[in-house]
């Protein structure tokens, strides 16, 4: 009997809307409109890069690479934090250059982190061109996470 009261109900609103106009498809049209003017947000994602591996290296980089390709360079905000030994990644020596290039055209940022430096006496001048740099680079991914940031440690 209970099972005969739902199919009831459901074939009454069915003739409901049928009698008042409303069939199937202007129902979806009504329920779809609202939906079509709502705006794309920006993905937003930071990565955190804090080991000196280069295997660790070649990750987060094909990570960063993959989330832009993936989600489109003009949809998602990507951001690379790095200290302690992961600093040694944005140095001029190091055998990711072109790759860490390579996601900063795609649209990557990069900051690093001022502690880690003056710690491991290394100066701008050792580093990469176009990084950026903050105070605390743990600070930076509380704050990224505070501002809806996904957070990311490969």
């Given at each position: 009997?209970?099972?005969?009261?739902?199919?009831?109900?459901?074939?009454?609103?069915?003739?409901?809307?049928?009698?008042?106009?409303?069939?199937?498809?202007?129902?979806?049209?009504?329920?779809?409109?609202?939906?079509?003017a709502q705006t794309t947000q920006k993905s937003k994602v930071v990565f955190q890069v804090s080991d000196g591996e280069s295997r660790k290296w070649?990750?987060?980089l094909n990570n960063v690479k993959n989330v832009i390709k993936d989600l489109g360079k003009d949809n998602?905000?990507?951001?690379?934090?790095?200290?302690?030994?992961?600093?040694?990644?944005?140095?001029?020596?190091?055998p990711v250059a072109s790759r860490i290039d390579?996601?900063?055209?795609?649209?990557?940022?990069v900051v690093i982190c001022e502690n880690t430096m003056r710690a491991q006496k290394i100066s701008k001048s050792d580093m990469l061109d176009n990084l950026d740099?903050?105070?605390?680079?743990?600070?930076?991914?509380?704050?990224?996470?505070?501002?809806?940031?996904?957070?990311i440690r490969p």
């Open positions: 009997m209970r099972q005969f009261s739902h199919y009831a109900c459901t074939l009454g609103a069915a003739l409901s809307l049928l009698i008042s106009g409303l069939g199937p498809a202007s129902v979806m049209a009504q329920t779809s409109a609202p939906a079509k070649e990750l987060a998602v905000e990507v951001e690379i934090v790095a200290y302690g030994p992961g600093i040694d990644m944005f140095k001029f020596e190091t390579e996601v900063m055209k795609l649209g990557a940022h740099y903050v105070e605390a680079g743990v600070s930076q991914l509380i704050k990224r996470q505070q501002q809806g940031y996904a957070y």
